[in-house]
């Protein structure tokens, strides 16, 4: 899926048209959340209306680890139920929330509260994707769909810059919840970065050397 800013959704969408590629749009007042929730939801409903397929809301994490996890719950619930027939991401920003054990609880009440996907960070603060938060939150999802019957996705996002990198992810996948989220639908990297590295990997195979960068897109 292609990832923008609210305002830029109409545009992406008629670039779009016609193709089989998802349109995201992060929203809720991304990427602070900090917003009073009619402004929240209006800015969710207004990028679903211009073409948005999926919507990534960052969690309020003052509300969280203030203990109020019932209004977290809620404001979750009432996004989902804003973006309509599009896709829920729910952003914890593992980096803010202190512990493994908030990092477990948070990605329960955002499944529980509808989220098709838990993903780890905006991007924007300095500790983003670990391995051992993604981790938890694949032991999540895979507790979830035990007790549920509902899957949901996990996306690791900011941090992930190396083909070597992605790979050890996705061997932790395969370990942890196996190959039913080896799946675009159900797991996806957010790092931009990591698109370079992997073109100049693929350049290293069919060449034989490795490119500069300089010959690749500079995020």
Excluded at 39 to 44: H, I, R, S
Excluded at 95 to 109: F, H, I, K, M, Q
């Amino acid at each position: 899926a292609v990832c923008v800013y609210p305002a830029m959704v109409p545009y992406v969408a008629e670039v779009l048209t016609g193709s089989e590629v998802h349109l995201a749009s992060v929203a809720t007042a991304f990427p602070s959340g900090q917003a009073p929730l009619e402004v929240k939801l209006a800015d969710a409903r207004a990028a679903v209306d211009a073409g948005a397929d999926e919507i990534d809301m960052v969690i309020n994490r003052g509300a969280f680890l203030a203990g109020r996890y019932k209004e977290v719950y809620d404001e979750i619930v009432a996004t989902k139920e804003a973006c309509g027939d599009a896709h829920l991401k729910v952003i914890l920003e593992t980096g803010e929330l202190a512990t493994y054990d908030n990092v477990r609880r948070a990605s329960w009440l955002a499944m529980l509260a509808g989220g098709d996907f838990i993903k780890t960070s905006t991007g924007k603060v300095p500790v983003a994707a670990t391995l051992p938060v993604t981790l938890i939150m694949l032991e999540a999802v895979r507790d979830f769909r035990a007790a549920t019957g509902r899957q949901v996705g996990v996306k690791p996002a900011g941090g992930i810059r190396t083909t070597k990198d992605a790979i050890k992810y996705l061997v932790m996948v395969n370990e942890t919840v196996g190959p039913d989220w080896l799946d675009p639908a159900w797991f996806r990297f957010g790092a931009s970065s990591l698109l370079n590295d992997l073109l100049m990997q693929r350049t290293k195979l069919t060449t034989g050397v490795y490119a500069g960068p300089d010959y690749f897109t500079l995020d």
